[in-house]
């Protein structure tokens, strides 16, 4: 087997494994149940809140420690960040054990941009696409194995809510143990490039830097070494964010990108509450009625098809591209306003998928024009800043329509106000 192979082959057994979390489709009624019996108020406002705020705040740290550190500690940390989730989540009892729990998950999310980027680092440019895939598959299959497993333990009455959490757990535990497995990384994007310029000069392009010392010179760079890389590290990093956002398309993406990804995490984050509250009026039973499981891995294998199917098209985004974004926003938004507003079960969760579909289904359109217009390095700059002002116009949001301090909705007007952000896209086209 190529080296390149093994190596994908190791990181998408992580990627699938880490993914594999059967708790995760329900986890506000496991909150909301027996076993926590925490108030909608509690999880709306104290403790789901906590995770957006640290996911926002990590984010910029840890993407430079993982090139400083070079992906695999980072890697690893991820992993430990997950186990200390669902420890706390399994023996936590009370809402500060909660917000830690959120402080380590937050962290665990941010951390994920070790996985998304180690490959980057070792292998050559010529596999990027096809490990780029394989990682992406491996995180589909994880996530929609997760909600079949889930949803099959949950109906059969085999396991409950609490129960899945040491599936989760064990998942997490053993993907943590996987990475020490990985081989270690020589090279990284910024800090640590191939051709590193040793006097800390700035240079314009990478391609002119060459390796103008010998092994003999390794003493002198260790003593040097550090300063100089947060040099180049420097200069690269501005470089590239500079380049990419004064291209008008990448910017015009880019900006739909992340407003898309603020309302599909708000989303994500709050629509168990509907789901919950929909139970609730209609006085059904909660523990052998929901079907979060089925819908989560149903939405993410129709929107891996329709991903993968777009790889097939040959479309012309750049005529198409503004329509289409104006459409879907507006779809979006129409979709997530009318599963706050029904009461039927069945009628929210098919909005939902829908929903989940043409997110995933543009947010890879958006991805790939993005990529088209970018140096292979500075990919992950490039959505990290856009995964930040994501997270940043979540917060802001988070803080208006659900923290006490803002205007503390209830969760159906809170949904459906945060994602009149879906409409706010349609200005940018």
């Not at 003493?219 to 690269?236: D, L, P, Q, S």
Request: aromatic share 16%.
């Amino acid at each position: 087997m190529e080296t390149w192979l093994k190596i994908s082959l190791l990181l998408c057994i992580f990627g699938a494994v880490k993914e594999f979390r059967p708790s995760e489709p329900f986890i506000t009624p496991y909150l909301l149940g027996e076993w926590k019996n925490f108030t909608e108020e509690q999880v709306n406002q104290e403790i789901f809140p906590v995770g957006t705020y640290t996911y926002l705040a990590a984010l910029v740290v840890v993407f430079l420690v993982t090139d400083l550190l070079r992906y695999k500690p980072v890697i690893i940390i991820d992993g430990l960040f997950a186990v200390a989730t669902w420890s706390l989540l399994i023996w936590g009892k009370d809402v500060l054990a909660m917000q830690i729990l959120e402080i380590f998950y937050g962290f665990f999310m941010a951390a994920e941009v070790a996985y998304y980027t180690y490959i980057y680092a070792q292998v050559d440019r010529e596999h990027y696409q096809k490990v780029t895939s394989h990682t992406r598959t491996a995180y589909l299959f994880g996530r929609a194995m997760s909600g079949i497993v889930s949803q099959i333990l949950v109906s059969t009455g085999t396991m409950d809510y609490h129960q899945l959490n040491y599936i989760s757990l064990t998942s997490v535990s053993f993907a943590t143990i996987w990475a020490f497995f990985l081989p270690s990384v020589r090279h990284s994007i910024y800090f640590y490039r191939e051709n590193n310029n040793q006097t800390g000069i700035p240079l314009t392009n990478s391609s002119d830097v060459k390796d103008t010392y010998s092994s003999s010179d390794a003493h002198y760079e260790n003593k040097i070494g550090f300063v100089t890389r947060w040099k180049n590290a420097h200069h690269y990093l501005w470089r590239d964010f500079k380049i990419a956002y004064t291209n008008l398309y990448v910017l015009k993406w880019s900006l739909w990108w992340a407003l898309a990804t603020c309302g599909f995490l708000q989303c994500l984050n709050y629509i168990q509450l509907i789901w919950q509250s929909i139970m609730v009026s209609n006085n059904q039973n909660i523990n052998r009625e929901l079907y979060n499981g089925a819908v989560e891995a149903l939405y993410t294998l129709i929107g891996a098809g329709a991903s993968l199917g777009l790889g097939w098209l040959r479309l012309n985004w750049q005529v198409l591209g503004d329509a289409t974004m104006a459409v879907c926003s507006i779809i979006e938004g129409l979709l997530i306003i009318y599963s706050a507003l029904t009461n039927s079960m069945m009628a929210a969760y098919i909005c939902y998928i829908l929903f989940g579909v043409i997110y995933h289904t543009m947010i890879t359109v958006a991805n790939a024009e993005v990529a088209k217009h970018l140096s292979e390095d500075s990919y992950g700059l490039i959505f990290g800043i856009n995964t930040f002002i994501a997270l940043a116009l979540q917060s802001t949001l988070t803080l208006i329509v659900v923290s006490e301090a803002g205007l503390g909705l209830e969760i159906h007007p809170q949904v459906r106000g945060s994602y009149l952000m879906s409409f706010i896209n349609i200005y940018l086209v």
